[in-house]
């Protein structure tokens, strides 16, 4: 079931990167509104004088010589004890550290099936980002494209209070999504965002801005204001919805030489190929020539492997290769691996790499991260029988005393 989940997003994600259809979609927010009214041309200016607001295509203010080269890592679905185990464990058991000896921290975006909340709770108090990915995980992908303003919330913001209340985590604290199979709700999606305080997005892929053109990277951007990126799974928002961030996605190239003696572009980890190898020094390879066109670019945008931990899973090399590229870019003395929303915190109040280093920005440090609160979880157990799971036994362990009377779920997120 999971390798079939993971060749289904890897084939989504090819076919769009390559502006192909996967679905038919339609725009269900059609005209923009007094609340979200048609984009002007960004003021520059007017976005100085407010950090949480960033011209498409701005930079921050600091000498590239100067600027330290942020990589997210993240990982979709559930969070479970074999991901754990196998793999997070060995990256993130504090060996692995930043140029301030803080550990690398990552992002995860979480849906419900499998979850284990308790472990959730565990690299919270590590330091690392939990975001929502939605409950369900529906794999048609014209249900995202064609969802309401209510199915947003329901799935989305479902999600965040299962999080919350099933890992002991503040819901201030989950303020990011990414959408399955990065299929855009275009300005539905974005409406839901605004008005449910999520803060960013991070499910929307450019070529014209990574790829072949990684040296000119594209920074995290604010919706205030006109967008022109390339849109390559439709729809894509229009309109302006103020202080909703988007960290684009930047395509990596990947080893199978199709497109005028390059890669395909891929999105995903998942949807990188390297054609025929079982060598982990093909995949570091592949993974540090993409690297390399952003650490020695011209704008040194944030940098992201973005990949579920199933792609690692009876395919060990792939990870080999992962962690020598880690070992890699973590004795660079301006890499820095963190979280989504602390490089968010860094486009907002950019420092130069030496004061980074120095602890000038709370969010890279390492001093505040929250105390562990899940002592003595409970594992509960349901046989559900609803639209997306087919007459199952599922377990699910949680940080609390009591387990609530019915699976969570779509339109029921606490299981009252």
Known sequence: MRAAHIT??????????????????????????????DPVVCDA???????DCACFRTEPNITLSKRPQIVYLTFDDGFTKLAMDNYYSKIFDGHYKNPNDCPIRATHFLTHQSTDYSLVNKYYALGHEMASHSITHRSNTTYWSLLSEQGWVDEMVGMRTII????????????????PYLQSGGDTQFAMMSKNNFHYDCSRPTQAFG???????AWPFTMDYQVKMDCQISPCPKCSFPGVWVQPMLD??????????????CAMLDSCIVPGSSDPEDYYQMLKKNFDRSYNGNTRAPFGLYVHAAWFFGQDYRFAGYQKFLDEITALDDVWI???????????????????????????????????DCFSPAVCSYHVNNEDIVDQEVYMKICAFDCPANYPWLGNPLGN
């Open 8 to 37: 289904l997003l890897a084939l989504a994600v090819v076919a769009l990167s390559h502006g192909l259809p996967s679905g038919k979609g339609k725009d269900n927010f059609p005209t923009c509104t007094a609340a979200f009214p």
């Open 45 to 51: 200016n007017a976005c100085e004088l407010d950090n």
């Open 164 to 179: 919350s209340n099933f890992a002991n985590i503040p819901e201030s604290e989950i303020t990011g999504i990414r959408v």
């Open 211 to 217: 790829y072949m053109n990684m040296a000119n990277g």
């Open 252 to 265: 990596l190239e990947d080893n199978w030489l199709v497109v005028d003696g390059h890669g395909n572009p």
């Open 338 to 372: 963190v979280p989504i929303n602390a490089g968010l915190e860094y486009r907002k109040n950019p420092k130069t790499n030496a004061e980074l280093t120095s602890g000038a920005l709370e969010a890279f440090n390492c001093d505040s991260f929250p105390a562990e």
